[in-house]
């Protein structure tokens, strides 16, 4: 579909300097469009986020790199190809990161702690209403789980099976 875009480094304050809408957590405003005109509308078409971060475990001698800590993916289509358009809250999943795996798949992966991940998706032609929504921890709450519904495995085919070996006398 593309290249990956990188969205904006965004510093955050420890948990315990947050805002009064952080709940004990850290948060992460990040607000960014990504026009795809003309997707072909795949069930496993997704779009995979992976969250990076400097410092912490695994970081002490440079605590200014950035190490991918989490990913997860979103889902774009449903079983019907239709688009999955509304505002939805996902968990982050720990590492390595899978975009081969359908997001069902992805749902048995161990959570990454308490990090969840909240977007927007919205048709295009509905894209200019949508822009003047204000980003904002405050509006959490209108956001839901997608229903993801597992992809239906087809059946392994099934053979007929083999003839019965046939003995051949010869008359000699």
């Not at 952080?22 to 026009?35: D, E, R, V």
């Not at 929504?133 to 509006?139: E, K, M, R, T």
């Not at 709450?141 to 010869?170: A, E, G, H, L």
Request: net charge positive.
């Amino acid at each position: 579909m593309g290249e990956p875009t990188v969205l904006p480094t965004v510093y955050t304050e420890p948990a315990s300097r947050a805002n009064n809408f952080s709940y004990g957590f850290c948060n992460a405003l990040i607000g960014a469009k990504q026009p795809v005109p003309k997707c072909p509308p795949e069930p496993d078409l997704g779009i995979v986020v992976e969250l990076q971060a400097a410092g912490g475990p695994a970081a002490e001698h440079d605590k200014h790199t950035l190490i991918t800590r989490a990913w997860t993916k979103i889902p774009l289509f449903d079983n019907t190809s239709r688009l999955i358009a509304g505002r939805f809250r996902i968990p982050m999943r720990n590492v390595p990161i899978k975009p081969f795996l359908h997001p069902s798949q992805v749902q048995k992966i161990p959570k990454y702690g308490d990090s969840d991940l909240y977007y927007r998706i919205v048709n295009m032609r509905d894209a200019e209403i949508h822009s003047m929504a204000q980003i904002s921890a405050q509006n959490s709450n209108q956001y839901q789980t997608p229903q993801i519904i597992r992809t239906p495995v087809p059946p392994p085919p099934s053979y007929p099976p083999p003839p019965s070996p046939v003995s051949i006398k010869s008359g000699r």
